[in-house]
């Protein structure tokens, strides 16, 4: 298993190895890409998970944010399944799932540029889906309701509860609700799924 | 061995593995002249795209650097250097004299002559 973050990781376990990079580099990017193509095998899964918010009015953002969050929650998500993509279709195998939002289908108040992101993450799962299809590779996605995580820390709780209500099932998600759906995708049978978003919390 | 003649070996190595995958009348010859994309090509867009990452691979695995291949200069130019197996390998070149790096990995001998040309700087 390998990740990478901005941050150092905090364990250490004999089959996990750690990249620090800044997934808005893509010469970092590609250097981690060549160094596990140096390394392994190959690469059966890439979980698309860094991303970054912005709450704010749209009258209120400033165009700098909108770039930073575009950069990180399209661009970037777009070079890692690029440069996945090329290791994954030697083996004619692969796994990718990204990361999306109920923001977008709830159409959220203050969310305009983080939901705008993530609606270009669905249709570029959409059709990475169809793209990589022939090089026996699935792009799906996952769309997570609030988790109690750094994203939504700044957020008002009256806003959260109010955004949580209009969810089939009001409450916060958790870690393992997102991981089940990764687990789906993942999975050896759902080779015939491909170019999906689940939501969860039953928005749609 | 000269940059330019490890650079064919590199794309007849890439043509030897698509040929494996391909049906016997698309297959590709090895020679420059060889069109890869545009007027007189056989391959379909996704053969090119696999052809593409396979040399992208290979190059990396000659030269120990990325060599990448699709980027927006080579997607800009009115004529793609895509176009042949030759005008493939003179981009290449240019890239790697750009590259100014250690080219350090041994190349081993071409299973078939290529061009006695040298255009890319060590």
Redesign the interface.
């Known amino acids: 298993m390998i990740g990478c973050s901005r941050s150092a990781c905090e364990f250490v376990h004999p089959n996990y190895r750690h990249f620090n990079l800044d997934i808005c580099d893509d010469k970092a990017v590609e250097k981690m890409f060549a160094q596990i193509r140096a390394d392994d095998q190959g690469l059966d899964i890439l979980i698309n998970n860094a991303g970054i918010g912005s709450m704010n009015h749209a009258l209120m953002t400033p165009t700098s944010t909108v770039a930073r969050v575009m950069n990180t929650n399209v661009v970037a998500t777009f070079q890692m399944c690029r440069e996945a993509g090329k290791i994954m279709s030697r083996n004619k195998f692969g796994r990718i799932v990204n990361f999306a939002t109920v923001a977008t289908p709830l159409q959220l108040e203050g969310e305009a540029i983080y939901a705008a992101s993530k609606a270009a993450v669905i249709s570029l799962t959409q059709i990475l889906g169809r793209e990589l299809a022939p090089f026996g590779i699935t792009v799906n996605a996952v769309g997570p309701t609030p988790i109690r995580t750094d994203l939504i820390a700044a957020v008002p709780e009256q806003k959260l509860e109010a955004l949580l209500s209009r969810q089939a099932f009001p409450r916060f998600g958790e870690f393992s609700d997102v991981s089940n759906v990764i687990d789906f995708f993942v999975r050896p049978e759902s080779a015939f799924i491909t170019g999906q978003t689940i939501f969860l919390g039953g928005v749609s | 061995m000269p940059i330019f003649a490890r650079t064919y070996k590199v794309l007849f190595a890439a043509v030897d593995q698509l040929n494996d995958e391909l049906p016997l009348k698309l297959r590709l010859t090895k020679t420059p002249e060889t069109v890869i994309l545009g007027s007189g090509g056989k391959l379909d867009s996704?053969s090119i795209v696999?052809f593409l990452?396979l040399a992208?691979?290979m190059l990396?695995n000659e030269f120990n650097?990325?060599v990448?291949l699709a980027d927006e200069r080579a997607m800009s130019q009115e004529r793609s250097p895509f176009r042949t197996l030759s005008t493939m390998a003179d981009y290449i070149g240019q890239l790697l004299k750009e590259k100014g790096e250690t080219i350090s990995a041994q190349p081993v001998e071409p299973s078939l002559p290529v061009p006695a040309r040298e255009s890319a700087g060590t």
């Open positions: 996704l696999s990452m992208e691979q990396e650097f990325p990448g």
